[in-house]
């Protein structure tokens, strides 16, 4: 177990896009709902024109969470269950069809397509993942960003986790909280901020209850809160967090 | 592994040795008005178990038939260090698209959802789950997707995940399967080669599209063959093409020198990400040149293979792993690089392997391997033959 700081975070979903909005709907959560995208408006135009709705909100939380000069500096994990899969459902559907596909829209599908505006928009050359668990994506993006801190121990990592809604083709086929969202956290293994450590043990087979907002905002909840341990049971798996005390 | 030259390791090094390119085949059936050359696995490939049905898909089949042939190994290392005690870190660029083109056509025939048809096959987390539940392996299980540098960085996080004691051994690699997105898209964005990939030739064309999986069991032994370094880098420049002065790729290539804590003149041998397309070649050979300079043997073997995308990176780290276990009395015999012979006089000096061609490292066998992906996405891995 290899304690990180997380030394920032922010958050985007609708309707909450300030740490102040956040605070107080952790206090008294309510279901997470709605729909859209931030504008993004600090991306140059030609990039924000290529940007999709979860490209957009991604950037708008790793952008919050990181600021220069940093922000060219640190290495990246981007952790999504279904990442750019709407895009490729719809490329899909021409494909089907036998229509032509346009190769810009294709090259934007890969599950590194965040990964890869990022490092364009923050003129960041470090080393960057893109990840997908299923509905243990948020614990294992936590897991990769200490894969990082262990090769490069001095460097701080980046972990933005965010979905969008799966498009009404699949969408029946998953069960989850159909928001769009991200989560920034930037940790580190040194510096100002909580000490958290995350374990795994085997779980009972069951999923943890269902709660009406997606697990990292779970997480978000727990840091801002004063519990010492946030459990979250996926199937097989039983990922808890701690708070290790200086 | 499995890939166009077969399924294994004993089927596939001798092939692999002959330069064979015999095995890619054409289809016509992907993109429309063109038939395509194409590194298909045609080795049959096994069933999945019912129980695990929804993740049935060509991808995962393809994984399963690599995983089966180190099944005893895995096996063994389950019962010494406990299910719990392994991980699974898999790298896809296609998971099963494939399968999901069957589902939405049946879903615009019919307007309903096709039974067989689950999100486990399309989702990118899939092929870890599978592999872990195949396995009944309870410890972290995930999926790496960042283009075709994914099957490279699995082995990168395997490696990690064992010095972090998280692990005591992970099944890490990748697969992927052809498919008509990635026909189509790669055929939109006109880098596909009509003929076969000729990379570095003045000829060149484009790429050969491929598919298949290679899967390792990583453990901290100090026996067997070792990934000793991992370089990595991002572009900050181009979302599907490479920056043509090389700096990513120098980059990624020197990081898994220092991280090796080795020398350039150390490596007698580099299997190059050797695409085939100009953008590719030109600035990986030229960063090749700066960091190993011109006497290290280099071959792309993708012309015997096609470009498996998102398995490339792990199916290229088994070849290397493959020339390192062939070693004998100080000698590494080499796959070739399949070309037409005319290099581009644009590229630097290269040693490109020609059939039959050995290396007589002057100490410890030591290959590297580079990956380079769409949104700039670089990974390069540095293998060592097991210490006497």
Redesign the interface.
Known sequence: ??PLVLRRWAAWAPGHETPESWAAWAATPVPLLGDGHPEAGFLPAMLRR?CTPLSRIVLTAAFACCPEPERSEVR?VFAS???S?NE??E???A????E?????K????????Q???F??A?????????????G??FP?AW??A???V??EPDRAVLLVMADVP?AD??A???DEPAVPYALALLVAATGEGSRVALS????SGKNSQRRPWPDAFEFLRWILGEEPALELEVG??LWSWRRETA | MVNALGAGAEEVWPRLLAGDTSRLSLRADLV?DRTLLLGEVRSPLPKLPRNLARYDCRNNALALAALLQIEPAVAAARARFGS?RLGVVMGT?TSG?GD??EA??H??RTGG?APS????Q?????I??FI?DFLAI??????????CSSGA?AL??AR??L????CDAVIAGAADSLC??TT???S???AISQELTNPCSVNRRGLTLGEGAALFLVTSAPSGIQLLG?G?????????APDPSG??AE?AMRGALE?ARLAPSDIAYLNLHGTGTAQNDSMECWAAARVLGGDVPMSSTKPMVGHTLGAAGAMEAGFCWLVLRASRDGLLKLPPHCWDSAQDPELPELLLVTKGQQARPSGRAVVMTNSF?????NCTLVLGAATP
């Open positions: 177990m290899t290529r990246t269950r279904h990442g899969i490729s459902i490329l899909l559907e494909v089907v069809r036998s032509r596909i346009s190769p810009a294709f090259s934007h599908t890969v599950h590194n397509a990964a890869g505006l490092s364009i923050a003129a960041n050359r470090c080393a960057s993942s893109s990840l997908s668990a299923a243990d994506s294992c897991i990769e200490e894969t990082h262990q090769r799966l083709t699949f029946s086929l998953v795994l043990q085997p779980g097989a798996r | 429309p719990h660029s698209v999901a083109e939405i056509r879903q615009q959802l048809f689950d999100y486990a399309l989702e990118f987390g899939g870890a789950h872990a309870t410890g972290p299980a995930y999926t790496l997707s960042t283009a960085r990168a996080s990690s995940l010095a972090l004691g998280l008509r997105l189509n898209g790669f939109a964005l006109h991992v990595e880098s991002s572009e900050a420049h181009h979302m599907s700096a990513g980059t991280d992906g769409f949104g700039g996405n």
